[in-house]
Nanobody
Framework: QLQLVESGGGSVQTGGSLRLSCAAS????????MAWFRQAPGKEREGVAS???????AYAESVNGRFIISQDNAENTLYLHMTKLKPEDTAMYYCAAVPGWVGPGQLPSEYNVWGQGTQVTVSS
């Protein structure tokens, strides 16, 4: 069974950057659609960015132009490059996967493999 392990979270100031990593236990290239989600205290889990098995990417409106999702297929690693961070980006960030293709809607219910999360805190 596929396992996902996130890393790279931390504390930064407004305007800073972070790169999150999600290491997969086996090859996901063209086999799994992948995504990043986040959940702030007291809020529902929301989609941030996704990449499907064809390499098409999609972003939540709140991060579009600031975050980039990418894959290193040789390393079986998914990344989330985050720039121009804002306090409202503070949340636990989760990597998720599902076999096959899913649409760009980034619905948590569409993904069935989850990592344990990595905390991102942005201070003003």
């Amino acid at each position: 069974q596929l396992q996902l392990v996130e890393s790279g979270g931390g504390s930064v100031q407004t305007g800073g950057s972070l790169r999150l990593s999600c290491a997969a236990s086996r090859d996901t290239y063209r086999r799994y659609s992948m995504a990043w989600f986040r959940q702030a205290p007291g809020k529902e889990r929301e989609g941030v960015a996704s990449i499907d098995i064809y390499g098409s990417t999609a972003y939540a409106e709140s991060v579009n132009g600031r975050f980039i999702i990418s894959q290193d297929n040789a390393e079986n690693t998914l990344y989330l490059h985050m720039t121009k961070l804002k306090p409202e980006d503070t949340a636990m960030y989760y990597c998720a996967a599902v076999p096959g293709w899913v649409g760009p809607g980034q619905l948590p219910s569409e993904y069935n493999v989850w990592g344990q999360g990595t905390q991102v805190t942005v201070s003003s």
